[in-house]
């Protein structure tokens, strides 16, 4: 992957949006929690066609902020256990995820969003899944990853949402957030509906790697965002 310079940015910032925080490479045998979540056919053309993918730098702005965030959250130790990732091998995969934070029994991930992904709901199935498989993963590896002090997780995660487009005077309109950083509950699916879930995607994206790009299934208008 590229990261250009399209919209001729200063150079100083230029390369500050260039930094990349994230530990986690594109790899054939390898996927991670958030390429689960994405469309079989998204998922097999980026790792097929990868190194020919250009992005604007400027298109990196709230990733940066977010990676930002992240590490002030890492630095207050608030949290029992937070930014460990964790590797499951499973229908011949390796599945892993890298949650943000375990405090006493409550799996908390952080995200910086658009307040109107809380108006209008568009967010949280994704949040759910995300979730589920991190409490999967830490499940399946509880033994190995805190030997000394396993935590049975709760049933429900959190998502720390700060609202980077937050604008007070829209405070009190439907389902608006009142502040621009809270927290929000999310149900999980349990244990076995999401190893199933995890199971029939590898699958799916198996059998995929087999097809050309042009028989890969095609993204439906939702995941497409078409409304």
Known sequence: MHIINKSKMPEIVYELLKVDMYDFKPDKQKISATQLLKPVQEHILTQRHFDKIEIDAIDRIWAIFGSGIHKVFEASK???YQEQRISVDIEGKTVSGKFDMILKNRLIDL???SAWSLVFGSREDDWRKQLSIYRWLYWKETG???PDNAVKLDDTGYILAICRD??????????YPDLPILEIPVKLLSIEDTEKAVVGKIKMIKE???????TLPECTDEQRWWS
């Open 111 to 113: 995200k910086v969003i």
């Open 166 to 175: 937050f604008d007070k005077k829209r405070v009190g309109g439907k389902n």
């Open 208 to 214: 995929a790697e087999n097809m050309t790009d042009e």
């Open 144 to 146: 190995k990853l805190l």
């Open 78 to 80: 608030l949290a029992d």
